[in-house]
Each structure stands twice: as C-alpha cells, then as structure tokens.
C-alpha cells in the first residue's frame, strides 16, 4: 500500500509539471530567449570590456574571492542555487521553469558572443558612457524577464522572490541588495569605480521597476506579479 500511494504521489506530481509546461506561451518563451540575449550582449560587449564591477550576486563572489580566496565558480553557483529555491519555495514551479529557460538562454547566447571579438573595445577607456549603456542593457533585458516571471541570475530570482512577499517595489530590492554589496567592496575598491557601478546598479534597476509597470496584452500570458 504503501508502494501504490508512492507511486500515485509521483503521477500526480508528474500531471502538474505536465500542466505547467501547457501553459506555458511560445510568446513567454521568445521573450525571455530575447531577454537572455540582450542580457549576455551588454555583460560581454560592455561590463567586461570596462570592468566596472556589480553588485548583487556577482559582486559579493568577487569580494569572497579577493577576501577569503574563496572561487566565484564555487560561491556563485552556491549562492545562485539557495536564490533559485527560494524563488521556487514562494513562486512556484513555473517561475522555476522560466528561470530554467532564461538561464539557459543567457549562458548559450554568452558562448555565442564569445566566439567572436567585443565590438565595443573603445569603451573601455569611457567608463561613464559604459556605466549608462550596460545599465540599459541589463535594465530592458532583466526587466523584459522578471515581466514574464523567469529569473536570469540569482539576484533577480531574490529580488523577485523578497518582492512578492514585502511591500517594496522590485526595484528598491535591487537597490538594496546591490548597495549593501557595493559599500562592503570599498574595502578593496578604488571609491571612483565604485560610484560608476553605483550609477548603472541606480539606472538599471529603476528601468527594471519601470517595465514591470508596462500593461501587456493579455495574449502574452504575462500575469501582474509584481
């Protein structure tokens, strides 16, 4: 008996994961492949190219890293892991299927823009320019993913996971999470860096609190989480 109530627990479960990839909309998808791309266009084409460092996630991997010689390999995926099941415990199974598909996308996207040469190199050398383009990039393409309900990295899996629980408007979650991450990086940042990261983790995610804001039609299947 015991066996038989195992195995219709596992059927069950196997149904619902069947009814959630139905919902989900080829539109949905596209756009959160398009998201991914314009994410992995502006973090290879500009943040590496200027080294301007983040906050968030990535940021504190990079001050483990300088501080404790612990590797981002080791701490990022760590750190991204406990976001994702976070945003699977108070979101759901589809916001994990979508963060699986952005996720997904932005890492293929990123090895295809790899093979070939940045095609901004000059920009390097104009810090405030890349600090105002990559904040566009990373806010019209997380925010076209957070719209759809995927998350592309840990951070906006905790930002949207801390959003739907507070009363605080997603992009003041960015805000806080990125500065918290940025003052403690002053303790081996030059401060001149630092206030241009400041300025694109500003303007990034007050584009990603802005698209949230945007009314969809209802065709996209996107519901008003946010």
Same mark, same amino acid.
């Given at each position: 008996t015991r066996v038989y109530n195992g195995f219709r627990i596992i059927k069950r479960k196997e149904r619902k994961m069947r009814s959630i990839w139905k919902?989900?909309?080829?539109? =949905? *998808?596209? /756009? &959160?492949?398009?998201?991914?791309? /314009?994410?992995?266009f502006g973090l290879y084409n500009v943040h590496s190219i200027s080294n301007v460092t983040e906050g968030g996630i990535l940021g504190l991997t990079l001050l483990l890293e300088h501080w404790?010689?612990?590797?981002?390999?080791?701490?990022?995926?760590?750190?991204?892991a406990?976001? +994702?099941?976070?945003?699977?415990k108070i979101l759901g199974k589809r916001f994990l299927v979508f963060s699986f598909i952005s996720a997904i996308g932005f890492s293929?996207? +990123?090895?295809i823009f790899e093979q070939f040469d940045p095609l901004f190199?000059?920009?390097?050398e104009m810090p405030f320019?890349?600090?105002? *383009?990559?904040?566009l990039f990373v806010g019209i393409s997380v925010g076209i993913c957070v719209?759809?309900?995927?998350?592309? #990295?840990?951070?906006?899996?905790?930002?949207?996971? /801390? =959003?739907?629980?507070?009363?605080?408007?997603?992009?003041?979650?960015? /805000?806080?999470?990125?500065?918290v991450v940025l003052f403690i990086s002053l303790s +081996?940042?030059? &401060?001149?860096?630092?206030?241009?990261?400041?300025? #694109?983790v500003l303007l990034s995610g007050q584009i990603i609190g802005i698209i949230q804001k945007i009314r969809l039609p209802a065709s996209l299947g996107m519901a008003d989480i946010y």
């Open positions: 919902e989900i909309k080829l539109s =949905s *998808v596209l /756009l &959160l492949l398009a998201g991914s791309a /314009l994410l992995a404790f010689g612990i590797s981002p390999s080791f701490s990022g995926f760590l750190l991204t406990l976001c +994702y099941f976070l945003g699977w293929v996207f +990123y090895g190199p000059q920009i390097g320019l890349a600090a105002v *383009v990559g904040a719209r759809v309900g995927g998350a592309p #990295t840990g951070d906006d899996a905790l930002a949207m996971s /801390l =959003s739907s629980v507070l009363p605080v408007d997603i992009q003041w979650i960015y /805000l806080a999470s990125d500065l +081996y940042i030059p &401060l001149n860096k630092i206030l241009y990261s400041l300025l #694109t």
